[in-house]
Structure formats: C-alpha cells, structure tokens
C-alpha cells in the first residue's frame, strides 16, 4: 500500500459519519412500519417492504458491486454510492405512494452497498493487524449505534409534532452532501494488486467458495437475523403490552439502541482482556437466554430482555464482520467486504420476512415470529462455542498485514 500524507483521523471521521448517516434511515424503519401500515392499510409482510427492499439492494450491491471498491479504488466507490443515496433521498419530498417509497429504499440500499463495501475496505487499509481491525470496527459500528438511535428519535419527534417521517431521509440526504464533499478533498491510501489477479465480479464470486468468507458470513447471517427482529419487529411485538412497565414498552427500541452503541464502545476494552472467541460465545449465550426467556416468560419478561439483549448483541457484528474481512489481503478487502454485505442482507431481509409470514399465518400476532429469531439465536450460539473451541480461523488472521 502506498500513499503519502494520509490523514488517518479525517479518513476514520468519514467512516464513522457514513455509517452514522445510513443507520438513521435504516434502524428507524422499525418505529416507521406502524405508521405506514395504518397510511397505507398494508398488512404485516406488506409493511415489511420497507425494510426488506432496503436490504436486498444492499445485498445485490454487496455481492454485484462491491468490487468496485477494489477496482475503482476506495474515493470513488465511496463518492458514488453517496451520490445515489443523497438523490434517493431527496426524492422522497416529491414521492406520496407507497410503490415509490419502495423504489426509493431499494435504489438507497444499492447505494449503501457500493459505499459501505469501500468503507469497510478502508478501515483496512489503514489498520495493520487483526485486533486493530477489530477494534477499529468495532468503534465504527458503535457510531452505527448511534445513527440507529438518533433515527428512531427523530422519526418520533416528527411524529408527534404531526410532521412528515419523510424529513428524516431528507435530513440525511444533505449529510450525504457534506460527505461527498468531504470525501472528494480527503487523501486515501492506495492499495496494489497483483496484475495476475483481475478485480471482477468473477472473482467475488470464487471468493464465495472459500471457507473462511463463507464461514464468516454464515455467522453473521446468523445474528443478523437475530438482531433484525428487534429493531424490525418489536415495536409491533410490544404493543400488546399492558403491564407496569408500559413506558419501557414505549421506549424499547430506543433502549436497544443505546445499550448497543454504548456496548460496542465497551467492545474496545473487553476484547483487551478477553480472547475474542471467548467473548463470541459468552456473549451469543446471553442473547439466546434472553430471547427463550422472553419467549417462555411472556411479555412482562420480554419488555425488558429483548432490549437488554442490546447490550451482548454489540459486540458480535464488528468483530465477525472484521475476523472475516482480515483472512483476506488488503486489495481483496472490497470484494470480500461486499461478499459478507451480501449475507449480512440477505438474512436482513429472509430473516424477519420469515418472521412476518409467520406471524401472518398464526393469525398476526408478531410473538409467532419471535420464535423463529429465538431458533437463530440459539444456532448463533453453537456456531459461536464451535469457533471457541476448534478456533478454525486462527492462523489466517495471525498472518493479518
């Protein structure tokens, strides 16, 4: 990699601000799925949509386009993917039908995809071993975190001031311009290839075929439909509630959030202390005894650890998405970024479309659904105590350089 005057804490700020900036629209789409379905009279899978197209643009932009960050490098990748996100949305001020709406997320999920992949490849680029990998992920989906809680925020106080939830794509639309400014004045790295090995969609899709990006993905699948189901369904799950702690029904979501964003932070220091095999499986046991006790429990139980569960869930996509990015050398980082994109997705988009499908046959009644997560869940887990103890991937990523 070469590259003079490279300005490490501009290109980090950058990272950080795009995923902050994504992450307003795309975990608020859990506070708005009630208000489009009674704007729309759409059942549950129907309102889904919102969630789903966003997510199967980013997955068919992960494994069609991530490359792209490869071949064109990672400035350019990242300028068009804000480019198409800011236009996308900005048009949802002259948009007033669902069908459009549903157009709009998906050509925003192709964008998060192109710039994300190069994102993610960026970190790389200047980071030098796997645990500066995984810390440096870690601190930019914590960032993520915080996106994901000023979104729902904003789509509620707008709400409640009878304002459109429109405004908050809007409002991200001109952040998106900030950053491609931003993003065209700051220097990056530049990453060499070896000629003999040709940047093309060909070659992501061998990349697929290895076991260490497919492992890697599976796992992260795993808990992403895991976690889906809580900033997608919940909201709908806990309206139901009637208990004592009604106030906690009302903020549950926002609560995850937080505890997710404070508990990647936290991430930084405990994988300090901790092997980060160790803390996979300690962590993804939490999840999955939260998920069966709210689900045997009841409500009165599920109020409370579905959005606790936050707080273990930070940990694991960061570091997962990092380990698999590390297996890889650094000019192959964009391809493998958008590989892992892709599963992330799609199992963003299969797993709470299940859930919906599910609930809708059982009657409409969202806990149906929540069954399935806790099956996720509790696969997560053995997936992760494998990793502990048969530590598959540990030679690939001691060669990280």
Not at 60 to 78: C, M, N, Q
Not at 93 to 98: F, M, N
Not at 349 to 360: C, K, V
Request: net charge positive.
């Amino acid at each position: 990699m070469v590259g003079e005057n490279i300005n490490q804490n501009a290109i980090k700020w950058l990272t950080y601000t795009m995923f902050f900036t994504f992450a307003m629209t795309t975990d608020a789409v859990g506070v708005i799925i009630p208000e489009i379905i009674k704007e729309f009279d759409l059942s549950h899978t129907q309102a889904g949509a919102f969630h789903y197209v966003t997510m199967l643009g980013i997955a068919l932009s992960g494994i069609f386009l991530g490359y792209l960050a490869d071949k064109l490098g990672r400035k350019t990748a990242i300028l068009i993917g804000l480019l198409i996100y800011a236009v996308s949305c900005f048009l949802f001020a002259v948009g007033s039908t669902y069908a459009f709406f549903v157009l709009l997320l998906f050509s925003s999920g192709i964008a998060i995809g192109i710039f994300k992949s190069a994102g993610l490849a960026l970190v790389g680029d200047i980071t030098h071993t796997s645990f500066e990998h995984t810390k440096s992920m870690n601190m930019v989906e914590g960032f993520f975190g915080i996106g994901a809680i000023i979104g729902p925020f904003m789509v509620t106080y707008l709400l409640a001031n009878e304002f459109s939830w429109k405004y908050l794509y809007i409002f991200a639309g001109f952040i998106c311009v900030l950053l491609s400014v931003a993003t065209w004045r700051v220097k990056t790295p530049v990453v060499t290839h070896h000629a003999s090995q040709p940047i093309n969609l060909r070659r992501t899709f061998k990349m697929a075929k290895n076991g260490y990006a497919l492992g890697f993905s599976l796992a992260i699948a795993l808990y992403v439909g895991t976690e889906a189901a809580i900033y997608v369904w919940m909201p709908t799950l806990l309206t139901k509630y009637d208990g004592n702690l009604i106030w906690l029904a009302a903020n549950a979501l926002t609560i995850f959030f937080v505890l997710r964003a404070v508990g990647r932070f936290m991430a930084i220091w405990v994988l300090s202390k901790i092997c980060w095999t160790t803390a996979m499986t300690i962590y993804s046991g939490a999840i999955f005894v939260c998920y069966v006790f709210s689900m045997t429990l009841g409500l009165d139980y599920a109020v409370v650890l579905l959005p606790f569960s936050g707080l273990f869930m930070a940990m694991i996509y960061p570091t997962l998405n990092s380990k698999g990015i590390s297996c890889f050398a650094k000019h192959e980082h964009g391809a493998v970024a958008g590989l892992i994109l892709f599963f992330t997705a799609v199992a963003a988009t299969i797993g709470p479309l299940a859930m919906a499908a599910f609930s809708d046959l059982m009657g409409g009644e969202a806990k149906y659904g929540f069954y399935l997560a806790t099956v996720f869940s509790g696969l997560l887990f053995i997936a992760m105590v494998y990793n502990s103890v048969k530590q598959p991937a540990a030679q690939q990523l001691a060669s990280f350089s």
